[in-house]
């Protein structure tokens, strides 16, 4: 059974169904939280709880670390945005940790930045190292990730498309709200990678729901595969998984030159503005797996 781990400025605590317990550990970071699995059991086992409301959670994901992330890996979004899933090829891009954010936080829209948009995603924590020359198998692959989160892929369109790459228009800070939940899961929980479900609301609307299974064009295998290729690893590490169709970013289906994409988003009323609520759950439907619920509010910069 899978356990969520939460952070709060103080310290680290396993969420159990009578509340939460403070976990006896001096780590400061997820890779050393990773490896007191020990200490993160003990804590489960304990009825000196509090409730997780009472507690002000930031990001189980601590930074520094690397974050790499996977673009176009949902059918349903290449399609949207004007692509064929059949040429679509396993991509990759990085994010500061300094995008990092809690939960719970406000996601600040610089003062430049037009068109901001969101991007759901199922984040892998990586909890082994994985040096460059691994050998990512169907059968170790579970090996190598410790954990799943939340995670919101924060995206400034206007400078995404305009300057056609992703490092600065996804790596402002806030950019990247993590958790609430580190849920450390096995490999049998792994094999479910498939049930779980992506969904996002803003404003209390619907926008993104979607289940991994038969939408996710390169599974977690096959990125562990490819990064292995160039891409070292280390336990704390994140790996952003891609999103599914609903982001406000959309063509309709049709395929645009980057300048005529931009300018199609102009007047679209999807992206977000000051004061928006966005809420995000990943879960399977039968809630064996549930990695909580995200609720930030964007801001405008001062």
């Not at 995603?121 to 170790?140: S, W």
């Not at 479910?192 to 064009?217: P, S, T, Y």
Request: charged share 20%; proline share 6%.
């Amino acid at each position: 059974m899978s356990t969520s781990v939460v952070r709060t400025a103080e310290g680290w605590w396993v969420a159990t169904p009578a509340g939460a317990a403070r976990i006896a550990t001096d780590a400061r970071t997820t890779a050393e939280l990773l490896a007191q699995r020990a200490a993160v059991a003990a804590a489960g086992n304990s009825t000196d709880t509090v409730p997780v409301e009472s507690l002000a959670l930031v990001s189980p994901v601590t930074a520094p670390c690397r974050v790499v992330a996977q673009a176009t890996n949902y059918a349903s979004h290449v399609k949207d945005v004007g692509m064929n899933p059949d040429q679509t090829q396993l991509t990759f891009f990085r994010k500061t940790s300094g995008s990092i954010a809690g939960p719970y936080d406000d996601i600040i829209r610089p003062a430049h930045v037009k068109l901001l948009d969101y991007e759901l995603e199922i984040g892998l924590v990586i909890g082994r190292e994985l040096p460059v020359g691994t050998a990512i198998t169907t059968d170790n692959w579970t090996d190598y990730v410790a954990a799943l989160v939340v995670t919101n892929d924060v995206s400034a369109r206007d400078v995404q498309l305009s300057k056609i790459q992703f490092f600065e228009s996804k790596s402002y800070p806030t950019f990247t709200p993590v958790g609430p939940a580190l849920v450390l899961v096995n490999g049998d929980e792994l094999k479910r990678f498939d049930d779980l479900r992506l969904q996002l609301w803003v404003n209390g609307e619907l926008r993104q729901n979607a289940l991994v299974g038969g939408d996710m064009l390169f599974p977690p295998v096959e990125a562990l595969q490819a990064l292995s290729r160039f891409q070292r690893l280390e336990p704390g590490d994140l790996v952003l998984t891609g999103t599914p169709a609903g982001t406000a970013l959309t063509s309709g289906g049709k395929q645009m030159e980057p300048k005529a994409f931009l300018a199609a988003q102009k007047d679209n009323p999807n992206f977000l503005h000051d004061g928006d609520v966005i809420e995000a759950t990943i879960a399977a439907d039968d809630q064996a797996i549930d990695l909580g619920r995200q609720r930030t509010t964007v801001r405008n910069a001062r």
